[in-house]
T-cell receptor
Framework: AQSVTQLDSQVPVFEEAPVELRCNYSSSVSVYLFWYVQYPNQGLQLLLKYLSGSTLVESINGFEAEFNKSQTSFHLRKPSVHISDTAEYFCAVSDRGAQKLVFGQGTRLTINP | NAGVTQTPKFRILKIGQSMTLQCTQDMNHNYMYWYRQDPGMGLKLIYYSVGAGITDKGEVPNGYNVSRSTTEDFPLRLELAAPSQTSVYFC??????????????FGPGTRLTVL
């Protein structure tokens, strides 16, 4: 069965510093990959997704993630974070054709001024 | 277009009570899901539905029941509530046509405490 590991439960960084949130998944079969963001006391919102094509995907607010098939990873990066990026970030994966998501444990990103 | 709505937002139950968490979507999505979120555990799939009249178990279905009589509604029923069901519950929906995967849209959640 598919599983997702987010290697860091909490990541504190200073404002305007770069950040990387790590995500690895277990299956080597064809997959769809997602990053969702959850702001305090809210539901999850899609941040970005990889379905096919270019292995580097970007969001509208400056995040990017790269699909690395050989390392079964989909790490999330941002070159310069803002206070407003404070949230919990979830990596999720779906085997192609499954239409079910398996979520990682989440990484809480805290931005310090 | 309200998206996915859930009621109630908060609820406290006593052990052994029952309740229904409501979920409605107005996007004409065929797939709907129920998840629970526990601290440090991510989201776990409870039940899902691929269309009206069709439901299936997810990873953690014990203690819950669902039904899907319409495209829009997907209620989650808790029978004989237990402290282990204290959690935040999220409903989600998505549209699937053929093999193409579409994102899931999430509701705001229901925070349930069982005492």
């Amino acid at each position: 069965a598919q599983s997702v590991t987010q290697l860091d439960s909490q990541v504190p960084v200073f404002e305007e510093a770069p950040v990387e949130l790590r995500c690895n998944y277990s299956s080597s079969v064809s997959v769809y990959l997602f990053w969702y963001v959850q702001y305090p006391n809210q539901g999850l919102q899609l941040l970005l997704k990889y379905l096919s094509g270019s292995t580097l995907v970007e969001s509208i607010n400056g995040f990017e993630a790269e699909f690395n098939k050989s390392q079964t990873s989909f790490h999330l990066r941002k070159p310069s974070v803002h206070i407003s990026d404070t949230a919990e970030y979830f990596c999720a994966v779906s085997d192609r054709g499954a239409q079910k998501l398996v979520f990682g444990q989440g990484t809480r990103l805290t931005i310090n001024p | 277009n309200a998206g996915v709505t859930q009621t109630p937002k908060f609820r406290i139950l006593k052990i052994g009570q029952s309740m229904t968490l409501q979920c409605t979507q107005d996007m004409n999505h065929n797939y709907m899901y129920w998840y629970r979120q526990d601290p440090g555990m991510g989201l776990k799939l409870i039940y899902y539905s691929v269309g009206a009249g069709i439901t299936d178990k997810g990873e953690v279905p014990n203690g819950y029941n669902v039904s899907r009589s319409t495209t829009e509604d997907f209620p989650l029923r808790l029978e004989l509530a237990a402290p282990s069901q204290t959690s935040v519950y999220f409903c989600a929906s998505s549209y699937r046509a053929g093999e193409w995967f579409n994102e899931q849209f999430f509701g705001p959640g229901t925070r349930l405490t069982v005492l």
